[in-house]
């Protein structure tokens, strides 16, 4: 079984530029998660979708971070504009549910470096 | 707000010698914990859970142990080899099954 993919792996840009990362579930997964991970600190969850609606973004910074998940399936989520601190990695894990606390699966992550 | 914390940022074992990491917790409702293991470049692998009406759970060398009396849970790794490696974190399952994450322990092995 294929596991969580993420694209790009590494992304460098500067301060008050724009990025963009994609994640593609594992098949049949209908809940998706966003994760923030600063070095050093555990993942931080920005945005949980069940199927292609929002369930809890309280911790996104909405000013600038957004995320979308059209078809229930693939995932974006856009930094516009970044900040040095934006800098971490960006994990995406997906679950079966989310109702029966159902394992959730990592992706390699996106390293972000925001100069 | 609640969180959940380790103790120890670092631990270095010799190899084939047991491992232990302890996580703290702060919120006495918790009640469904999760460790994961985060190998250099790869995202957070599932290892084991417990929930809060056990005590005790083993899966293939490793143990974790809740002790709700104190909010405390550790995974003990058994033999502790090379590949075990990595940073370890301790997550409480919330409600919706969002996870809440500790600031994890790197695990250095010896040879």
């Known amino acids: 079984e294929a596991g969580v993919a993420q694209s790009p792996r590494y992304k460098i840009i500067e301060k008050r530029q724009s990025v963009a990362f994609w994640c593609n579930p594992i098949s049949g997964h209908a809940t998706l998660y966003w994760y923030q991970q600063i070095l050093g600190q555990g993942p931080k969850l920005l945005i949980q979708f069940q199927n292609n609606g929002v369930v809890d973004d309280s911790q996104l910074p909405k000013d600038r971070f957004s995320a979308e998940r059209l078809k229930g399936v693939d995932s974006t989520l856009k930094i516009q504009p970044a900040k040095l601190e934006d800098s971490a990695v960006y994990l995406c894990?997906?679950?079966?549910?989310?109702?029966?606390?159902?394992?959730?699966?990592f992706g390699p992550g996106t390293r972000l470096l925001v100069l | 707000g609640e969180s959940v914390g380790l103790h120890l940022p670092t631990l270095s074992v010799q190899e084939g010698d047991n491992s232990i990491i302890n996580c703290a917790y702060s919120?006495?409702?918790?009640?469904?914990f999760i460790w994961y293991k985060q190998e250099s470049g790869k995202g957070p692998q599932f290892i084991i859970d417990?929930?809060?009406?056990?005590d005790k759970r083993q899966g293939q060398r490793v143990t974790v142990l809740l002790n709700k009396t104190v909010k405390h849970l550790s995974l003990q790794i058994a033999a502790t080899q090379p590949g075990d490696s990595a940073v370890y974190f301790c997550a409480e399952n919330n409600a919706g099954n969002m996870l809440t994450f500790g600031g994890g322990t790197r695990l250095m092995v010896k040879p």
């Open positions: 894990a997906s679950s079966l549910s989310r109702l029966a606390r159902e394992t959730q699966y």
């Open positions: 417990i929930r809060s009406n056990m």
């Open positions: 919120n006495s409702a918790s009640d469904y």
